[in-house]
């Protein structure tokens, strides 16, 4: 009877107060999630708060209370949007709420702008915020905001991953090759920087699939904009130019940029033409990038400015131009000519660890490079809700020559390389609805041809080519060409909230390689056959079914592919009457996980299986003289290599702190059916041929960066850590040894307006690098390298800089430590639109610079002639 009072008693406590749970979902004019709603609920407009909750990522909301009252008052709101408010019930529900955008006008508001602002999953940073008296470019902005990097090869990273688009109002102008956009767009022309976090490029798989990337947007002041940019510079010691204009039209319907530049102080403008493309979809089997088998021995390039180091003459223009011709259908054409020539002076020392000895061998260098190239992209895209097409036709064509004269131990080497390469290469992406789900059809088919032949003066390797006599040139020539054929179709259907895309495709691969060493001497001519002539013909198939599993609900993006293979090889050396065959069946899955745990953190994982069975330039039986030390051959079976790969990532970003932060592991091991094995020589000549034995090889690493913007002092401070561990078998003179390689290293990066008068930038990097081959244990190798920037505003429209750097290496007997030092000062005169610029660099006239690695079993110290220390005036007109 005691229970069953107690039992009453309880329920009447509790029933006195009615417990409810309201559910439900925020959406924007859009009908889509609003991430960081504000929802409360009280008794009634002026009311104390009873609950509150926010949206979730996906829009999503839950509020938990207890209330004795009938009716309940709730209001949502969200900042930009008009706020909404209703009485409800006080029971359980789910509610669905859409909010628009305010269109209210705020009276006497005295509004302060922020450096950036979220919507959605749009991050828009101000760049009036983070731009000073010295910014021209939108690059020179862009490495001031938290979260976003911009590399020294000009590739812009956000949150460490590579940006997939660069948009210029919502536009992909430059397909990739979006430096000469950064370098050129002025700061003042731009409002904002947008990053387009979860974007996905083809509107027609928005709701289908999710990128793991995120993409960069510019956007203009003006909804017209005609700008660009002219300058005309001189100098001495030597006699310097340089010149540049680039004209821009950016509007709705047209976009184009075109610009010619050229100079000989050291400005390498072959960078803004450089392709950061992330393919839109698949596996890339196929590319068109030239890759060379012969080469002359160079110079390794210092870790700094090219203005520092190369001496150079360089001509590029660039076409650039992109028409809407009608509703969502874009033309757009891509032309860059390159013409540019480098000389290369200084000397490399080398130290061979071998099992029983060590080698010293000393390359006094000087290298003249001829570069040509005609790149272009022709594009035709419709990306819309209901249809998408993308036809690229590439055409590419290089004319390089390079002359190559080293003084090794006393012995003076001359080296000629002509090495022309041609591409053609024409990509395919078709997407259409057919019912209830999506038809896909994609196409990548190229042809590519190489004609290379390197000379050297005199001959070398006497013993194994010449009987052990002396003779005066020895001729490798290479000839390869490739052409290739990639097709897929498939269909995408969304089942039970799981997107399915299962597709069906076949490649086909056929490769030519022919090679022929001479030996040329004045009582002799041959063409050397057997072991040094190649006739290689390479047959490749792959016939594959794919299924792709994409599932997109609650904070949780889960993609799962898998792939089925079937891969045959044919190869037939006709000079060596050599055959091969090969057939697997292959599966190699791809998952990856990503959820968003809170809306400042975010973390994935992701791992995945994957074969590779080399190419044509690991395959060839006969040597080839890759350069006057070095005889390469691969007389074994077909490379198997076998790989797992795994990685995690966790992100943390709060823009209203406008903190960011990343850290990151992965790690591969490889299975390899092939062991290489390298013989040295005493004057350090390297043979190189590969041996039928499995082997492993493992690597990790770890990543991690953080950057914060601190908006009362002016200042973004950026900070960053990595290891690299690496360890694989190698041998070296008939014997096997274990290899590995440890690599830590720390990197310091900030900007700062320390008064109206004065603001700096420093980047700080520190490594240490240790090798151990089998029991020996190479001295570590320390490198540190500092640079201070120092910009002193005299007046509005004028200001000097100071830029100093500092590098050390702690192996190197001489030149340890390097320094430099170069001013500027430049005057704007802002009714014309006109600055004038004097710089004068390396003030203190550094004459060169050591920089120090290592292989697998061996150091390398590069000394590297500088340029000398010289003044330039320009003009540069703003239009």
Do not use: C
């Not at 700008?227 to 709705?252: I, Y």
């Not at 994609?442 to 000379?455: D, F, H, I, K, V």
Request: no cysteine; net charge neutral; hydrophobic share 35%.
């Amino acid at each position: 009877m005691r229970k069953a009072f107690l039992y009453v008693l309880t329920l009447a406590v509790f029933s006195s107060y009615a417990q409810s749970h309201l559910t439900g979902k925020v959406l924007n004019e859009n009908d889509q999630g609003l991430s960081g709603a504000t929802v409360m609920v009280s008794k009634d407009s002026t009311g104390t708060i009873l609950a509150y909750g926010i949206s979730s990522g996906e829009g999503n909301f839950k509020v938990k209370l207890n209330s004795e009252l009938d009716s309940l008052y709730l209001k949502i709101s969200y900042i930009g949007y008009k706020s909404k408010s209703q009485v409800i019930q006080n029971t359980d529900q789910k509610l669905e709420v859409q909010l628009f955008p305010s269109s209210e006008e705020l009276k006497e508001v005295l509004v302060k702008s922020k450096e950036i602002e979220q919507r959605g999953d749009t991050l828009n940073y101000s760049v009036s915020a983070f731009t000073d008296q010295k910014d021209r470019v939108i690059a020179d902005v862009l490495k001031k905001m938290p979260g976003i990097e911009v590399m020294p090869g000009g590739q812009i990273k956000y949150q460490g991953e590579p940006i997939e688009k660069y948009y210029i109002e919502g536009l992909d102008l430059l397909e990739g090759r979006y430096s000469l956009a950064n370098n050129n767009i002025a700061a003042k022309d731009v409002s904002q920087v947008q990053i387009l976090e979860n974007h996905q490029p083809i509107k027609m798989l928005d709701s289908l699939e999710f990128s793991e990337r995120a993409s960069l947007n510019i956007k203009l002041k003006k909804e017209v904009t005609v700008s660009g940019n002219a300058e005309l510079g001189s100098g001495f010691s030597p006699l310097l130019w340089k010149a540049r204009v680039t004209p821009m039209l950016f509007t709705k319907k047209n976009q184009a940029i075109v610009t010619y530049q050229a100079n000989n102080t050291g400005n390498d403008v072959s960078a803004e033409i450089r392709d950061f493309t992330i393919e839109d979809f698949g596996r890339e089997e196929f590319d068109i990038t030239k890759k060379d088998l012969l080469s002359i021995r160079q110079l390794a390039e210092p870790p700094f400015s090219q203005e520092r180091w190369l001496d150079n003459n360089v001509h590029l223009g660039s076409v650039n131009y992109l028409i809407r011709l009608k509703k969502d259908i874009d033309l757009k054409a891509n032309v860059s000519y390159l013409n540019d020539a480098q000389k290369q002076i200084g000397n490399t020392q080398t130290r061979f660890f071998t099992p029983t000895d060590t080698i010293d061998l000393l390359e006094n260098t000087s290298n003249d490079l001829f570069i040509n190239s005609l790149q272009s992209k022709f594009t035709l895209e419709r990306n819309t809700n209901d249809n998408y097409l993308k036809n690229k036709l590439e055409i590419n064509g290089f004319w390089n020559t390079q002359r190559g004269f080293i003084i090794n131990n006393s012995t003076e080497v001359q080296q000629q390389l002509t090495n022309p390469y041609s591409a053609i290469r024409n990509k395919l992406q078709f997407l259409k609805p057919l019912g209830k789900q999506l038809v896909t059809f994609r196409s990548n088919t190229g042809y590519t041809e190489a004609n290379q032949s390197l000379q050297i003066s005199p001959g070398q390797f006497e013993t194994l080519l010449n009987d052990g006599e002396a003779y005066q040139k020895l001729q490798q020539t290479v000839e390869t060409n490739t052409f290739f054929t990639d097709n897929t179709a498939g269909f995408t259907k969304k089942i039970k909230g799981v997107a399915v895309s299962p597709e069906v495709g076949i490649s086909v691969k056929n490769e030519f390689l022919g090679s022929q060493l001479r030996v040329l001497d004045t009582n002799r001519q041959e063409t050397l056959g057997g072991d040094f002539e190649n006739k290689l013909d390479v047959l490749s198939s792959r016939f594959y079914l794919t299924s792709k599993f994409i599932y997109k609900r609650n904070n949780w993006n889960i993609r799962l592919t898998t792939p089925v293979s079937f891969r045959s090889f044919d190869i037939e050396d006709r000079s060596l009457n050599e055959n091969q065959d090969l057939s697997r069946l292959t599966f190699e899955p791809n998952l990856y996980i990503r959820k968003k745990i809170s809306p400042f953190w975010r973390t994935s994982i992701s791992a995945n299986l994957s074969n590779d069975f080399g190419d044509i330039q690991r395959l060839y039986y006969g040597f080839i003289l890759n350069n006057y030390r070095n005889l390469q051959r691969y007389n074994s079976p077909i490379p198997e290599n076998f790989s797992q790969n795994y990685s995690w990532r966790l992100r943390f970003r709060n823009p209203l702190k406008s903190l960011f932060a990343n850290l990151s592991y992965s790690f591969n091991r490889t299975k390899r059916n092939l062991l290489y094995s390298n013989e040295i020589g005493l004057n350090a000549a390297t043979i190189f041929e590969a041996i039928e034995q499995d082997n492993f090889s493992n690597s990790h690493r770890i990543n991690t960066k953080a950057s914060k913007y601190f908006r009362t002092i002016s200042t973004t401070l950026s900070i960053g850590a990595n290891y690299i561990f690496f360890n694989r078998e190698q041998i070296l003179n008939s014997n096997l040894a274990d290899v590995k390689n440890q690599n830590i290293g720390f990197n310091f990066d900030l900007e700062s307006e320390i008064t109206d008068w004065l603001s700096s930038s420093y980047t700080g990097n520190i490594n240490y690098l240790q090798t151990r081959f089998e029991t020996s244990t190479f001295d570590e190798i320390q490198t540190q390298q500092h640079e201070i920037d120092l910009f002193f505003y005299l007046t509005d429209n004028q200001y000097f800089s100071l830029n100093s750097e500092y590098y050390y290496n702690n192996i190197s007997e001489d030149n340890q430590e390097n320094y430099f030092l170069n001013f500027n000062y430049q005057y704007t005169f802002e009714e014309l639109g006109l600055d004038l610029n004097a710089s004068w660099n390396n003030v203190l006239n550094t004459d060169e610079f050591v920089r120090v690695s290592n292989t697998e079993f061996s150091y390398v110290q590069s000394t590297y002639l500088l340029r000398p220390s010289q003044f330039l005036v320009s003009v540069k007109f703003l239009f």
